[in-house]
């Protein structure tokens, strides 16, 4: 293994303990993530001489808490503060890295503590769990640099002023708190998973996910607030397991029908179905085991899906669930019945300028054999998006519709 990939590797599995355990230790987050920071530095720089050592990881956080220490002390110009690096010297529980896996919890409880703007829960997840840079943060939110600084650095004051504490919930309020948990999760995961975003984020997620699910059972036994975790984990992996073959050589993003099948991440695959046995209908479940029936080599059960869309639709009524509800029906039973059951999606309002809505109208207005009303409703559906790869991939089905009624 070169060097470059030693820390990184170490820096996935070691970032949010020291992260985590600083930050107990410290109170002061910025402190954290620098000393985090400048261990990986360390490493990319002493490394090569010095060779890998037989645990990156304890090597990292020692480095880490070396440098805390260093700064605490000159910086101790109250009794405080030499009391702070006092404790912060002190031999952790279990003498490795390993001794931290709370620390990671509470880092991830109060990261996506619901005090805070969604976003900022997002943003705050990227940069102090995943080490993710400033820099990149702000591009997936279309941003400037110093924007995103300035939401981190609020964010964090926040969390001091509030007085947000650094723990894990427990009992009943862990229960409370793992949807909003879970939630940030999914929005990490979208980021990476849509057509224009960051794959690196949609892996993230999935890694957060399994640490979550490794670390929750020491702190709560409840299986419906494990069930959740699994049914995430599980829809994360069966969405993910197509990434590489979602798109043509050229770029063209493809439909489930048109993918090589190939291509798709068995293993994955195969991991899904095993965190879906003995699962119940949870809505992160429920969704699993719709992307379960898209993750075949056959034909697509859509009405699997529709049946599976309708339960979802009764814990859920969400306007977008119901728009997938519709057009799992359309699938199922008939482009007439997709278009009712969308007319009535679309009827409060919720749906308006959403190019998804009226892209699903023009699939099963073609469907139906009206071709230019269908050529339409593409072209307005790719004047609403904000994806490129959606824009073309729509105005490409305005074409061929287009192209087929002159004929």
Known sequence: MDIASAVTTGAAEAYP???????RMTGDW????DCAQEAMASALQRW??????DNPAAWLMTTARNRAIDVLRRAAVERTKLQEAAVLAEPEPGGTPDGFPDDRLRLIFTCCHPALPLEARVALTLRTICGVRTADIARVFLTTEAAMTRRLTRAKTKIAQAGIPYRVPQGPALAERLPGVLGVLYVLFTNGYNPDGEPA???EAIRLARLLRTLLPSVTPAPEVLSEVSGLLALFLFQHSRRAARRA???RLLTLEQQDRTLWDRDAIAEGRALLDGLGDGPYALQARIAAFHATDGGTDWSGIAACYDLLWKRQPTAVIALNRAVAHGYAHGPEAGLELLAAARAG????GYPHAVAAEAEFTARAGDHARAAALFR???ALTHSPAERAALLERASLLENAEER
């Open 48 to 53: 090569p001489s010095t060779g890998v050592p």
């Open 249 to 251: 050589p050229d770029g």
């Open 380 to 382: 307005e559906a790719a």
């Open 201 to 203: 984020f949609a892996d």
């Open 30 to 33: 910025d402190l954290a993530e």
């Open 17 to 23: 303990r020291i992260v985590g355990a600083l930050i």
């Open 349 to 352: 309002g919720a749906l308006d």
